[in-house]
């Protein structure tokens, strides 16, 4: 319990989630200090390899791994305490409740924005009427917020440098500020691209705007035109870290940084030549031919930039090139963080081959992009619904041993593995489950360290199976 921190600034689902697992684990050990024989579960190392030899028998309850079905006492106060936390969040999802609460900044919720004095309640009441009737879903009003900092900051900015005038502060202060924004407009255009747009349907010129702006924003963002939809949507999800998956981490040692060089370089320098061909390997030529030409034009609209805009080729190069460079890599390390721990018993499994964050990074400022075995396991499900799913699913996340981490990104997780810091990868775990929860400190490293191995084109076949074809 000592090693579980709350950050001041967690979203309040995320506070909630993360309240609701420290005080199962917080009673599982009083249970099993005052010998409580419904929760005085064997030691992990007995119930499941923790290391690199496998050495398992059968736990003092008959359990592999996950919850414990004898444990009556805590295992009830747990299901009514994440029931209250399914319902209180559930309740601030609902446009129907007293209690919804729509997300009008990732910086501050709606009570911090009620609670500012300088803010008239009549023009925040008036800005949150008006962005509602604009938005998809009545949660997302900060994605009008995000799309009027973007088009009254990167655009005008972009335009200056392109088209009047080009000076190195100026572009210095272009790229920082751009570089500020590009997570979070990359995590809702990843909800954009899953519900097919993020604002009103109702409108004619909603529906306009909602499928041109991407087309202006993505390439100042960093991203080729339709790139992600493709390579993410298309490619990503159909595999799932397969081994089809061009993004896969299973034929890479995760912990070792010339592996993780080799995974970024592929993607970097010939994902161009790579996606394109993957779809037609799989006979899928239509969409080879798409990814194709929206990559391939992006290029040329650079060199088309390039040439014919007054900024000339510095211009181009800080509001579109650069952004590209940064992207590409920020991309592939957050995806080595997010598939980085891999069970190789079960590595098709969602809850096996993906992660789940509570952290700030991931969840406040990236529409919940921590809960990656959420949206694994649902590519619909919208980003405010993830919390609430994960808690309905605690008890098979807990069975299927889940990894579940706070107070850390996936960059940093990227970071710890190549350090090979697993004591504090272990100290960011929060063990879910009597398998879990009976590791030790250091059985908790020796354990995550097991899923960063690499596998053998042997075992990718008998694990795989047809996968593997």
Known sequence: MEHIVFAHDLTKADRVVLETLATDYSDHLKAKEKGNPDSAYASASDTETTGTEETST???????????????????????????????????????????????????????????????????????????????????????????????????????????????????????????????????????????????????????????????????????????????????????????????????????????????GRFYFLVWLDLPLYFARKGRYEQAAKAAFWEYGSYAMYVAMWNLAPGGGKAVFWTMVLPLMVLRVALMVGNWGQHAFVDDEEPESDYRSSVTLVDVASNRHCYNDGYHTSHHLNPMRHWREHPVAFLKGKETYAANNALVFHNIDYIMITVRLIMKDYMTLAKCMVPIGEFQMNMTLEERAAYLRRHTRKFTEEEIKVKFGKKAN
């Open 58 to 264: 059968n736990n003092t309850n008959g359990a592999k791994g996950g919850v414990n079905k004898d444990a009556g006492g805590c295992q009830k106060a747990s299901a009514a305490r994440t029931e209250a936390a399914v319902t209180h969040l559930s309740s601030l999802n609902d446009p129907k409740s007293p209690s919804f609460e729509p997300s009008i900044t990732n910086f501050f919720d709606l009570a911090d924005l009620q609670s500012f004095q300088w803010l008239p309640p009549a023009l925040l009441s008036a800005y949150q009427q008006w962005a509602t009737s604009l938005i998809r879903v009545p949660t997302d009003i900060l994605m009008i917020t995000h799309l009027l900092i973007y088009f009254s900051t990167t655009v005008p900015s972009a335009f200056y440098l392109l088209f009047v005038r080009f000076s190195w502060p100026h572009a210095i202060l272009h790229a920082i500020l751009n570089g500020w924004y590009v997570g979070t407009y990359t995590l809702m255009m990843h909800q954009h691209i899953h519900m097919r747009g993020i604002l009103t349907k109702d409108k004619w010129w909603t529906r306009a705007f909602d499928a041109v702006f991407p087309y202006v924003l993505d390439p100042l963002m960093g991203h080729t035109w339709n790139s992600y939809y493709y390579h993410h949507v298309k490619h990503h999800h159909v595999e799932g870290n397969g081994p089809d998956d061009l993004s896969s981490t299973i034929r890479y040692q995760r912990d070792d940084f010339s592996e993780f060089a080799k995974y970024v």
